[in-house]
């Protein structure tokens, strides 16, 4: 009977022994740079203060002309090519960056910023709020950022750190974004700008998706309206809800059969009427839920909610009349754009939107999709198409930069 | 600036007006069937007593021969073509169900149960446990149930209506998956069968979204390890969740930009520093917080855990030595396997599927792919073409059943 090989094992639910909601936030110090004089933000507001935590790999040159400036996702940070401090896993992206890696740190000088809004290190909804003597946090009363006060929060770094060109802005997803946003408003600091799985704008199918990953974390009472420090009890259950549901649209379902199909986590239980529906049953179910868990480890709550409002707010044609090619005007940066073709949550299209509104500007543009049935995520993973396209525009760039 | 027209109105965030938790589902009589003698489970429990409440339109013919038999979807119920009892709102299958419609009462008997498991008057998590004297409920320590079992329930209410032929099934969606265990379990009842947007497994990537809505119901505190009757408060916020991430997997990327596109829903603020981040500030969210909030006044969180493990166990070929050909083996039912262009939870390759292994047991079927960019939920909206091909079936099956 199919009912007895799908029978799950008498556990506990999951959800009893999910997340440690006594978990709190570990303390890190972070590499940083203050500067004391703050930041006006899109929305108006001042910060009385801006602090940038950031980390950097190889040697800048003399010349200060090979620095490349990586900027990461969602729930990315700056230890791009290191061990996590937190999670003592490999660095996000170790298989892009290092030595004789695509972005090569035999070469080039690699920077990466801690985004505004985050919550490793830079100033975000973690940091202590403007006009606080106890250090009271900013929490939900942070005020809203948009990619381009990210892009200004990293600007300031770039030229703090003696730079007034950058070789290559390169980035994935949210990355990309700010590799637009960097090349739209910055282009004379910018030679060579690769978008990786990225668009010009959220669409309105990836804002439902942050929705649902937002109204989780409201749902958990112990978010407490986004005053969670007081009481040491972190939002994780809605936390690890909202990881859940973004990391399947980070997937394609070719990545989620290959990886689980339907086999199941444990074996049966023989004793009817014993069961619990609930345990997890299905390989991929028990995937997400460690998904979920391990995420709040690391990430804040607030510092979601900000991020992804940042995101959805991304309309780079909106800013310039509607019209993505009046973004790119006169630009001499040389564009390289990368989608993946099973990526649905940033599909090929939008890519080559991006494509055309630089052939309309007349931009120096090549454009590739790459073959890969790992979804949004194959960004991040070994995908040697990707790695060499990267690898080989870079040093195409490098020729024409004279850093060959 | 961009900014200023996307900044928020300062209102206090949805979520401290979200969903009122002390609002309990509205206990409504049903027309229904009591079965005394229960239901033997595949899971081997057996129900004492099993209810079946359902709803028929039209008349049936002195043959008994006219019977149509309408299986809902995950979070349908029997109120397929009459205002429904809770929310006061049209059936929900009124387009497809009704005097001249593709399915047509003037000509057919129309039966729709609601299914085992469900919380509209059929034997669910709501009822009663056995033994007990109080009326406690069963909630999350009713048992697990399989498509079999709902099929199984509908099979008990068909022959009390003195019917040993159904002149066709049919059901969209989970529908469909019912559609399928019909035809193969009970080939002999079943002239025609017509599984709509549906599969003959739940995949790796469905079972994944099931998972996050599940986690969201079990996240909420309110959810009280199931027994939310006692205390008055129902698992309101976690269930919305579910239902958000749910809804944006029955439209398509294409539906949510040309209903909502990047559309913000109120004035701009123009006060700066007053900002809420996270009110209603696109259109698209607005929608999905509105699926979310009516959802949780028509259905129960127990329900909605019990029906998703139900079609997350559906895998019809493993029922059938992994061969789905086998399942159809020597039927004579007449098939006509319906998929919607757009729909990505239930993609035209599954129905394709289905397809193929019907020609692999040499049934008599036709496969047809509606283009429509509505994604799954077509199958419930104005598709003249489904529409159509539905009613064309039909006829032709009703002239060689005898019936035209």
Redesign the interface.
């Known amino acids: ?3 007895r ?3 799950p094992p008498a556990v506990a ?4 022994r ?1 997340m440690d909601q006594s978990e709190t936030l570990p303390q890190t110090a972070h590499t940083h740079a203050v500067f004391e004089d703050g930041l006006l933000l ?4 001042s910060l009385s203060q801006l602090v940038v935590a950031y980390r950097t790999y190889g040697t800048l040159n003399a010349a200060r002309s090979n620095a490349v400036l990586v900027c990461h996702a969602l729930t990315g940070d700056q230890y791009v090519a290191e061990t996590h401090p937190i999670t003592g896993r490999p660095g996000w992206w170790e298989l892009a960056v290092g030595p004789g890696r695509p972005i090569d740190t035999d070469r080039c000088f690699v920077i990466c910023a801690n985004v505004l809004g985050g919550c490793m290190g830079s100033t975000g909804p973690r940091s202590p709020r403007d006009g606080a003597t106890d250090g009271t946090p900013w929490g ?1 009363d942070f ?2 950022v ?1 990619i ?1 006060d990210m892009v200004e929060a990293q600007r300031r770094l770039v030229e703090h750190l003696g730079i007034s060109r950058l070789f290559a802005v390169i980035g994935g997803s949210m990355g990309g974004m700010q590799v637009l946003e960097w090349a739209a408003s910055h282009p004379d600091m910018v030679f060579a700008a690769v978008p990786i799985a990225a668009a010009a ?5 990836n ?3 942050h ?2 990953g ?3 974390i ?4 112990d ?1 407490q ?1 986004g005053r969670y420090w007081a009481s040491g009890r972190i939002p994780a ?2 936390l ?2 909202a990881r ?2 973004a990391h ?1 649209t980070y ?1 394609s ?1 070719e990545a ?2 290959r ?4 086999r199941l986590r444990r074996a049966p239980d023989i004793k ?2 014993t ?1 619990s ?2 345990g997890d ?2 390989e ?2 028990s995937y ?2 460690h998904q ?1 868990s391990t995420f709040v480890r690391r990430f804040d709550a607030n510092s979601y ?2 991020i992804t ?1 940042a995101m ?2 991304f ?1 780079l044609a ?2 310039h009349g509607d019209d993505l090619a009046l973004a790119f005007r006169s630009t001499a940066t040389r564009f390289c754009i990368i989608s993946f073709s099973s990526d ?1 949550l940033f599909p090929t299209a939008e890519s080559r939107a991006i494509a055309r509104a630089l052939n309309r500007a007349a931009a120096n543009v090549s454009f590739v999709e790459i073959a890969s049935d790992k979804g949004h995520d194959a960004f991040l993973l070994d995908e040697p198409d990707f790695h060499r396209t990267l690898a080989g525009f870079l040093a195409g760039c490098a020729e024409h930069a004279g850093l060959a």
């Open positions: 009977m199919l009912w090989r799908l029978r639910a999951y959800a009893h999910a899109e929305c108006g507001v939900t005020p809203p948009t381009r704008y959220h669409s309105a199918q804002i439902a998706f929705e649902v937002r109204q989780a409201f749902a958990d009472p978010w309206g259950r809605g690890a809800v859940m549901a399947i997937l379902e989620l059969t990886k689980f199909g339907r009817a009427g069961t529906l609930f049953m299905f991929v179910e997400l839920r979920g909610l900000t409002r959805d707010y309309d909106a800013e649905w």
